[in-house]
Nanobody
Framework: QVQLVESGGGLVQAGGSLRLSCAAS????????MGWYRQAPGKQRELVAR???????NYADSVKGRFTISRDNAKNTVCLQMNNLKPEDTAVYYC???????????WGQGTQVTVSS
């Protein structure tokens, strides 16, 4: 199992940038997939970006070209660099970890991102 703690959220104007970090309580080198999801008020949680153990990434269409996910196995962290933020990016952002052999995946507590127009 793993505990995940997100940080880096806040209030930013449209066009601005934020960098989210997710710190894991255990080494992440053997965690198959680490990802960022978000949930806006009244909407379902959705995938933003994820990165596999071998470094492969995929992104939601709405964030391609603006967001970058990265993984630092030495620091047991996963980051999400968010540039050119838009009001529609406003949501609570959650870190997720999933590994073969686990009975379930794991979530952090979330960090609020608010983008003003």
């Amino acid at each position: 199992q793993v505990q995940l703690v997100e940080s880096g959220g806040g209030l930013v104007q449209a066009g601005g940038s934020l960098r989210l970090s997710c710190a894991a309580s255990r080494p992440i080198f053997d965690i198959d997939t680490m990802g960022w999801y978000r949930q806006a008020p009244g909407k379902q949680r959705e995938l933003v970006a994820r990165i596999t153990r071998d470094g492969s990434t995929n992104y939601a269409d709405s964030v391609k070209g603006r967001f970058t996910i990265s993984r630092d196995n030495a620091k047991n962290t996963v980051c999400l660099q968010m540039n050119n933020l838009k009001p529609e990016d406003t949501a609570v952002y959650y870190c997720n970890a999933d590994r073969r052999g686990w009975q379930r995946d794991y979530w952090g507590q979330g960090t609020q991102v608010t983008v003003s127009s």
